[in-house]
Every structure is written in structure tokens, then in C-alpha cells.
């Protein structure tokens, strides 16, 4: 569908679609994950499905050094720093912290962006409000001393970005003709909500490829308002990008996987992690992945209209910001 547009092909794909046996008998639906957590190596995730037509398009304009934005463990800088290294591009990461004069962590995703020499712009609450004109700033200071800079939006999350999740539903499509879980389509999509281009992404690859009806996005932050707007915004962007994308599959944002506040998890959040990485080995993050089958768990308890149906999870990454949240997780364990 997308192959006029410039693509760094990266995402070790299709990822692998497999039951969750025993959620499945915990939540009383069929549940079934997309393993978008191996999307790659150090850079896995769902933001490399991203960055492929992002990254293509900035090398197709002739730039060689990419600034994105994102809070200090952010697993898309991460994942764009990586991919800038591997591809000879330079990075600049505006990141986001509490206090701009405490000591920069050495651990998950800002340790690989050290790692593979990103150069880290860090800003405080209030100037991260207008991290749009920073990064235009910081745009203009690459163009100043003779670099060609392109700017990625928080979260890679545009039009073209979400191509990578139409993308990601083609393969969907091709594993159930291929017999891969019964192949019948899903009845509902869920996944973790952060910034709304995977969920953007999502909704229409599933409604182009006849994957699901319904796309259950499991909000770690905002509220559902903010997020139906985010969605729509970057489904039109898409649209007139390729014309050619049909209506998207309905989308429902859902907040009961939230918890107190953006990368923090409640203790029964924390203790869900925990229970789900002994019952079925799937070691969630406690800022996104977690939260939405959190979300998801608490949806099994409440909606019986999940009873019996067949239930697709989209596990979209994270393991460093995990890695960086052992303190927070010690009492649980
Ligand atoms: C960024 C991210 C999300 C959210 O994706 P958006 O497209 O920003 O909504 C979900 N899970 C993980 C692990 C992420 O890093």
C-alpha cells in the first residue's frame, strides 16, 4: 500500500502471534499477543514500526541528524537513538525531568541513549509545555552549525508514523490467513496508549485489513477526551497523506488502566506485574504495557461483554523503562 514512500526496513518481522493460555483462562476471553516487543533488538518496541517510515523519510530529505522529544525514559528516544547510530545519523533527544540539576540517570533507556552518544537536551516542566518550539530551536542550532536536522514529533506520532501500525495490521492479516490463531478476525484490539499514533495506526490497518472491529486503547495518561481528539488528529493526518486508507476500525479509549500519574504505577499495578510474570512469563513495564493489560483486567472483571471473545494484545515494548523502575519494585517482589 506504501510503496511509494521511503522505508528503512528494520522491524524483524512478522513478529510472532501467540496464545496467552493462561490469561486466557483468567480472564474468561480468548487472548491472544502480537509480540511487537521483538521488533528488534536493543531498539524493539512498537516506535521502530514507526521510525521506519520516519527515519525513510528524513534520509529521502537529505538529513543527517534526527531530535526527537520524550520524558527521560522515553523508549522512543531510545529506540531513534539506536536507529540513528546504526544508521551513521546523529540525535539530539530533548528529554523531559523534574529537576534539571539533579545527576543524569545511568540506567534503562537514558543509559543506551549515553550508550550510542545521542547528545541529551534535558528541560523542566514548564519549558517541556512548548517542546515543540524547543525541538525547532534545537533545529534551527543543528542548521547553524552546518547539520541538516528533521524533526521527529514526541512519540513518532503523526500520520506518516502511523503507517507503520497499517503495516503492522498487513501482517496481522497475513499470519490469520496463514491459519495462525484460527484464523478468524479478533473481535478487539487493545493496547497501551501514551501519545495515540500506534493506536491512530492501529485503527485503520484493522479496518483496511478486516482485522477488528473494535480498538480497545488502554490510556497511561490524559484522559479519554484528550486521546479520541490525539487519534482522529493523526488518522486524518494519515489519511491525507494515502488517500487510499479506508475508514478506520472504531475506536474506544479506556482509562482504567491509567493509575496515579504518567510512569507511575499503583502498588496493585505493581503487584499485577509481578503476578502476570509468574503465571504466564511475560515481563510487562510498569509505565505501558502493564498499565493496558491492567486496564484489560480490570475490563474482564467489570464488562461481561468480553465473555468468550477473542481478544488480540498488542505488547508494544518497554523492557528498559522496566529495568529502570527496580527500586519502585522492590516491595513487591
Ligand atoms: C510509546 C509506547 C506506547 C504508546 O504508543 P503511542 O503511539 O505513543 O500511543 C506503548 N507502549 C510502549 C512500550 C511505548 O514505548
Given at each position: 500500500m506504501f510503496k511509494n514512500l521511503p522505508r528503512?526496513?528494520?522491524?524483524?518481522?512478522p513478529t510472532p502471534l501467540v496464545r496467552a493460555d493462561k490469561l486466557s483462562d483468567r480472564f474468561g476471553f480468548d487472548l491472544w499477543v502480537k509480540?511487537?516487543?521483538?521488533?528488534?533488538?536493543?531498539?524493539?518496541?512498537?516506535?521502530v514500526r514507526k521510525l521506519e517510515f520516519l527515519i525513510g523519510d528524513a534520509i529521502a530529505q537529505g538529513a543527517d541528524t534526527l531530535i526527537t522529544c520524550g520524558g527521560i525514559q522515553s523508549n522512543h528516544a531510545r529506540a531513534t537513538a539506536v536507529l540513528a547510530a546504526s544508521l551513521g545519523l546523529k540525535c539530539v533527544l530533548a528529554l523531559s525531568v523534574?529537576?534539571?540539576?539533579a545527576p543524569l540517570p545511568c540506567s534503562g533507556n537514558v543509559l543506551i541513549d549515553r550508550m550510542v552518544g545521542a547528545k541529551l537536551r534535558l528541560f523542566d516542566q514548564t519549558q517541556w509545555d512548548r517542546r515543540v518550539d524547543l525541538m525547532h530551536e534545537l533545529a534551527r542550532e543543528v542548521s547553524a552549525s552546518g547539520g541538516r536536522p528533521y524533526v521527529i514529533p514526541g512519540g513518532g506520532s503523526n500520520g506518516l508514523g502511523a503507517l507503520g501500525y497499517v503495516e503492522a495490521m498487513r501482517e496481522v492479516r497475513e499470519q490469520l490467513d496463514a491459519g495462525?490463531?484460527?484464523?478468524e478476525a479478533f473481535d478487539l484490539i487493545v493496547h497501551a496508549c501514551g501519545t495515540g499514533g500506534t493506536a491512530a495506526g492501529v485503527a485503520l490497518g484493522a479496518g483496511l485489513y478486516g482485522v477488528a472491529p473494535v480498538v480497545r486503547p488502554m490510556a497511561v495518561c490524559d484522559d479519554a477526551a484528550y486521546f479520541h481528539a490525539a487519534i482522529a488528529s493523526v488518522i486524518r493526518e494519515a489519511r491525507e497523506l494515502?488517500?487510499?486508507?479506508?475508514v478506520p476500525a472504531a475506536v474506544r479509549v479506556d482509562e482504567?488502566?491509567?493509575?496515579?500519574?504518567?510512569?507511575v504505577a499503583s502498588v496493585e499495578q505493581r503487584r499485577f506485574l509481578v503476578e502476570v510474570a509468574r503465571a504466564q512469563g511475560w515481563v510487562l513495564d510498569p509505565v505501558y504495557t502493564g498499565k493496558a493489560l491492567y486496564g484489560l483486567a480490570q475490563a474482564a472483571g467489570?464488562?461481561?461483554?468480553?465473555?468468550?471473545k477473542r481478544v488480540l494484545f498488542v505488547h508494544?515494548?518497554?523492557l528498559p523503562g522496566l529495568l529502570a523502575q527496580g527500586e519502585e519494585l522492590e516491595g513487591v517482589l
Amino acid at each position: 500500500m506504501f510503496k511509494n514512500l521511503p522505508r528503512v526496513r528494520w522491524v524483524h518481522g512478522p513478529t510472532p502471534l501467540v496464545r496467552a493460555d493462561k490469561l486466557s483462562d483468567r480472564f474468561g476471553f480468548d487472548l491472544w499477543v502480537k509480540r511487537d516487543d521483538a521488533t528488534g533488538g536493543v531498539e524493539a518496541g512498537n516506535k521502530v514500526r514507526k521510525l521506519e517510515f520516519l527515519i525513510g523519510d528524513a534520509i529521502a530529505q537529505g538529513a543527517d541528524t534526527l531530535i526527537t522529544c520524550g520524558g527521560i525514559q522515553s523508549n522512543h528516544a531510545r529506540a531513534t537513538a539506536v536507529l540513528a547510530a546504526s544508521l551513521g545519523l546523529k540525535c539530539v533527544l530533548a528529554l523531559s525531568v523534574t529537576d534539571t540539576s539533579a545527576p543524569l540517570p545511568c540506567s534503562g533507556n537514558v543509559l543506551i541513549d549515553r550508550m550510542v552518544g545521542a547528545k541529551l537536551r534535558l528541560f523542566d516542566q514548564t519549558q517541556w509545555d512548548r517542546r515543540v518550539d524547543l525541538m525547532h530551536e534545537l533545529a534551527r542550532e543543528v542548521s547553524a552549525s552546518g547539520g541538516r536536522p528533521y524533526v521527529i514529533p514526541g512519540g513518532g506520532s503523526n500520520g506518516l508514523g502511523a503507517l507503520g501500525y497499517v503495516e503492522a495490521m498487513r501482517e496481522v492479516r497475513e499470519q490469520l490467513d496463514a491459519g495462525i490463531a484460527g484464523g478468524e478476525a479478533f473481535d478487539l484490539i487493545v493496547h497501551a496508549c501514551g501519545t495515540g499514533g500506534t493506536a491512530a495506526g492501529v485503527a485503520l490497518g484493522a479496518g483496511l485489513y478486516g482485522v477488528a472491529p473494535v480498538v480497545r486503547p488502554m490510556a497511561v495518561c490524559d484522559d479519554a477526551a484528550y486521546f479520541h481528539a490525539a487519534i482522529a488528529s493523526v488518522i486524518r493526518e494519515a489519511r491525507e497523506l494515502v488517500p487510499a486508507l479506508p475508514v478506520p476500525a472504531a475506536v474506544r479509549v479506556d482509562e482504567r488502566g491509567k493509575g496515579p500519574a504518567y510512569a507511575v504505577a499503583s502498588v496493585e499495578q505493581r503487584r499485577f506485574l509481578v503476578e502476570v510474570a509468574r503465571a504466564q512469563g511475560w515481563v510487562l513495564d510498569p509505565v505501558y504495557t502493564g498499565k493496558a493489560l491492567y486496564g484489560l483486567a480490570q475490563a474482564a472483571g467489570e464488562d461481561g461483554a468480553l465473555a468468550g471473545k477473542r481478544v488480540l494484545f498488542v505488547h508494544t515494548g518497554g523492557l528498559p523503562g522496566l529495568l529502570a523502575q527496580g527500586e519502585e519494585l522492590e516491595g513487591v517482589l
